[in-house]
C-alpha cells in the first residue's frame, strides 16, 4: 500500500497559501472545484467546494477550502491509499464489515471506506 494524498480543511484559500507554501514550501497547483453533489455524497456539505493541491518531493496535501462553517464543521479529512488489487482489497473490507461508498464521478466509481472509528480512506488501484 502507498499513501497518495492527505486532505484537510481550510478556512480559506490565503491562509491555506500560507501555511502549505509560505511554511511548508509546497508548490500550489490551480485550485479546482468540487461539485456540490459531491461534497454532499463525501462529506454531507451542501455546496461546492474550492479543492488546492500542494505538492513537494514527498508530500501531497489535498486541501479543501471549507470557508466559516458552523461548529463543529463537517470532515472532509482523509487519507487517499493505493492498493495492489481494488478488488481483492473490497472483499476484505465486506469480509472485515467495513463500510464501503462507491460515489459516482462522471464516467468512473470513486471508492472511499470508512473505520470502525470514522476516519476515510480514497482507496486507487494502483497503476499495472
Known amino acids: 500500500m502507498d499513501l497518495l ?3 484537510l480543511p481550510a478556512s480559506s484559500e490565503e491562509r491555506a497559501d500560507g501555511f502549505y507554501v509560505g511554511v511548508l514550501g509546497l508548490t500550489k497547483a490551480e485550485p479546482k472545484v468540487l461539485a456540490a453533489e459531491l461534497s454532499r455524497a463525501l462529506f454531507g456539505i451542501d455546496r461546492a467546494l474550492t479543492v488546492i ?3 513537494g518531493e514527498a508530500a501531497h496535501f ?12 463537517p470532515r472532509v479529512d482523509h487519507a487517499c491509499i493505493a492498493v495492489e488489487s481494488l478488488g481483492e482489497f473490497l472483499r476484505k473490507c465486506d469480509e472485515a464489515r467495513v463500510e464501503v461508498l462507491r460515489i459516482p464521478k ?3 466509481l470513486l471508492t472511499f471506506i470508512r473505520d470502525p472509528d470514522g476516519n476515510l480512506f480514497e482507496v486507487k488501484e494502483k497503476p499495472a
Open 62 to 73: 489535498e486541501v479543501f477550502v471549507t470557508g466559516a462553517l458552523p461548529e463543529p464543521p
Open 106 to 108: 462522471g464516467e468512473r
Open 5 to 7: 494524498h492527505v486532505a
Open 53 to 55: 493541491n500542494y505538492t
